[in-house]
């Protein structure tokens, strides 16, 4: 009998409880959250018990962690006593932005702890969740976390060292892509396009190729060779975007929310 439990159902900590409800392999899933309402509206679309914090830490064998940076430290002050009277076993699960195992650990008074990064595509089960266990999670606390978080999307094993650099990526990537998409909707508009259509076509475009890049494993500049006919319209779009910078621009922004972390 597994019970799991999260603490905090805002977007990421309600769309991995929806995703841990999917997966049928928790007995029991605890929903505590600031809001009673927020957790009640989550507990009766998936199924789950409404409770507090104190109560989440007390029967979970993997407790979620889906609070704000600036709050942890106070949520488990509330919570210590219960984490220290406790004998059976716990798993923690921390989706806290910016806090390393190093620093969980001594929170945590050394319990088993798994750090998930996942983005805001885990809300559709389409999302990309980034994982790394600290040394005292066994291969068995890893495997059904992962089982527990597979219907949000792709969950992906890394160093820790590297998830900071991912995240410029996966965590800010679908913010450039929604704006890229925006972009290109906009464009569509002025010259005829109806506006839901635009970005729907955008969208739609966007899913495709990035299916087609990971199911061939084709280079990305090679697929837009492809793409491009001599003296053809996409060549002239392609180097329209070369002049104002358009690779550029992106790979700063991405070294720019790297830059941010530290």
Known sequence: MKTVAFIGTGNMGGALARAAARSGAADRLLLANRTTEKAQRLADEIGGEVCDNRTAAKEADYLFLGVKPQMLEGMLDGIRDVLE?????????????????????????????????????????????????SDRVTEEEKAFVKTLLAASGTVQEMDEHMMDAANGVTGCGPAFAA???????????????????????????????????????????????RVCSPAGSTIQGVRKLEERGFRAAVMDAVIAAWEKEF
Not at 99 to 123: A, F, H, Q, T, Y
Not at 190 to 218: F, H, N, S, V, W
């Open 85 to 133: 009277a406790r004998t059976k076993r716990l798993v923690i699960v921390s989706m806290v932005a910016g806090k390393e195992l190093d620093v969980l650990d001594k929170l945590l008074g050394g319990l088993p702890v798994v750090r998930v990064m996942p983005n805001i595509p885990v809300s559709v089960g389409a999302g990309f969740t980034m994982l790394v266990p």
């Open 179 to 225: 704006m890229f998409v925006e972009g290109l909707a906009d464009g569509a508009v002025a010259i005829g396009l109806p506006r839901k259509d635009a970005y729907a076509y955008a969208a739609r475009m966007l899913i495709g190729t990035g299916e087609l890049l990971l199911q061939t494993g084709e280079h990305p500049g090679t697929l837009k060779d």
